[in-house]
Each structure stands twice: as C-alpha cells, then as structure tokens.
C-alpha cells in the first residue's frame, strides 16, 4: 500500500535532547512537508522541500532542522533551541505543483518532560 | 489566501446528511476551495476541491454558490466515523507547501 510512514507514534524525551522524527513515503512525491499543531490550534508550517537536497524554512522553524537526501525520506530534528517541544507532529507530502492535495502521515506526538 | 468562515461545530443524525457550510468572500477568481477532515490523533485527510462547479467524488460533494463567496460539503450518508474536524481552505494551487488550516467545524455524528 502505498503512504507516509511516520515513526514513531508517541516519543518522550528529557528536557534539552534532540530528537529526530522519521517520515518515509512510497507515493513518489517530490515535495514533502512538516506541520506542527498544538492542542485545539491548526497546523503550522515547519519545513517543506520541493525536491531532493532542497528545503526551505516554514512559519516556525526556529529550533528545528531537517534533511532531504532521499527522495521517499524528511526527517525532522527538535533540538534543544526549541523552546517547547512538545507538540503533535505532522508530515506530508504531495505531487510538484499540488501542495494542496497532500496526504498526511499519522503523526508523532511528541512529550518533552 | 483568502479567509474562510466555519461554524465552530454542528451535530449530525447517524445516517443523514452532513452540510458543512464555509464563507469565503474575498475569494480571487483563480483561488479553488479545498476541505480536508482531521479525525482525532490522526493526521489530516484530502476530501474534494474545486473552482466553480460542483463536485462529487467518494467521500463528500462540493458545492460552490455562483458567486463563489461560499461554499458547503455535503456528507450524503454520515457515519460515526465522519465524527472529525472539518476544515475549510481557500488557495491557489501552487508549489509554495504551505497550506494555511484555521479552526475549522467539529463534526459530531451522532447515534
């Protein structure tokens, strides 16, 4: 079947560790994202890359990072730079040019204590 | 983008239709309407999209008024499965990654 895998579902860390999400999708799609929501909130843009070796910065990326050396694979890093963690955290990805119709992995609820 | 307006929740009969209605006014000519649903702990799904005319497809219609200043999802059937957070998008399609979800409607599908 085909899709975005995210891994894993729920992830605890300790104050002032990284932590690094995986996002792999087998959809073929050039252009992947990563969203942020916070209780009762909407989505926020992190990162998004159009492309292999390529990515830009979102709404929020301020103690996040990301790489794009894989076509099928985003990962996303929370440092330690980022203020609050701890969150709900989304990937997506989408066709070049149709970053309207994205398809959504399951997330990664991510608890800093 | 242009804003949209959802109500902040509805009810719904298990097994009647679900009008989901959302107001776009400042819509631009080129600018399509897009509804996603987001059920709880789970990421958000596509549901339907379009410009001006009507759209049907598995999950839902797409209703779009003439003036295009707002619009309403249709659920034909709905299910306790269709109990979710609806949102409401109005944008260009583009490359730019950014897609903008509000508050949307809480959906209660109701026995």
């Known amino acids: 079947d085909g899709g975005i895998t995210q891994s894993p579902k729920y992830l605890f860390r300790k104050e002032g560790q990284n932590v690094t999400l995986s996002c792999e999708q087998n959809?073929?799609?050039?252009?992947m994202y990563w969203y942020r929501q916070d209780p009762g909130q909407g989505l926020r843009l992190i990162y998004y890359s159009q492309i292999v070796n390529d990515f830009q910065k979102g709404d929020i990326a301020e103690g996040y990072s990301v790489s794009r050396e894989k076509k099928e694979s985003f990962p996303l890093t929370v440092t330690s730079a980022q203020k609050n963690p701890t969150a709900f955290y989304l990937c997506?990805?989408?066709?070049?040019?149709?970053?309207?119709?994205?398809?959504f992995g399951q997330g990664t609820r991510l608890t800093v204590v | 983008d242009a804003k949209t307006t959802q109500p902040t929740s509805m009810d719904c009969a298990e097994g009647r239709a679900a009008n989901l209605p959302c107001n776009h006014s400042t819509i631009s000519g080129n600018e399509y309407v897009y509804w996603y649903r987001q059920i709880h702990s789970q990421g958000p799904q596509y549901i339907i999209h379009g410009l001006k005319n009507n759209e049907t497809n598995e999950m839902a219609s797409l209703i779009i008024t003439e003036d295009r200043k707002s619009s309403t999802l249709i659920l034909p059937h709905a299910t306790l499965r269709d109990t979710a957070v609806y949102y409401c998008?109005?944008?260009?399609?583009?490359?730019?990654?950014?897609?903008?979800f509000g508050q949307g409607t809480t959906l209660q599908v109701k026995p």
């Open positions: 998008i109005v944008r260009v399609p583009s490359n730019t990654g950014k897609l903008i």
């Open positions: 997506a990805s989408s066709n070049r040019g149709r970053s309207t119709e994205a398809f």
């Open positions: 959809l073929n799609h050039d252009a």
